[in-house]
């Protein structure tokens, strides 16, 4: 069974960093990309951070250049930098990894985790 696990929430300082990470348990599947989402109460859920197995990475407008995606696919695992931190960043964090099976082809589908919390305050 797969699991997401995410990592890393807590209360931060506007203008100080922050490290998210989230890990896929399973060795039998390949990683397609990994995504981090955030939601705010009231709010609908939205991607942040997108990078793919190659490399390649989109970002929301709102965070573009403040927050950096990686990740080590040899530790199935991927981090979400963040730095210059606003209030308005305050959200549940969300890890979404788009899986294939072991040998790369067949598309198993999205796997979320459970979310961490980030509180942006002074």
């Known amino acids: 069974q797969v699991q997401v696990v995410e990592s890393g929430g807590g209360l931060v300082q506007p203008g100080e960093s922050w490290r998210l990470s989230c890990v896929v348990s399973s060795t039998f599947v390949t990683i397609k990309a990994m995504d981090w989402f955030r939601q705010s109460p009231g709010k609908q859920r939205r991607l942040v951070a997108r990078?793919?197995?190659?490399?390649?990475?989109n970002y929301a407008n709102s965070v573009e250049g403040r927050f950096t995606i990686s990740m080590d696919v040899s530790k199935r695992t991927t981090y979400l930098q963040m730095n210059d931190l606003r209030l308005d960043d305050t959200a549940v964090y969300y890890c979404n990894a788009e899986l294939l099976d072991q040998s790369g082809i067949q598309y198993l589908g999205d796997f979320w985790g459970q979310g961490t919390q980030v509180t942006v305050s002074s």
């Open positions: 990078i793919t197995s190659d490399g390649e990475t």
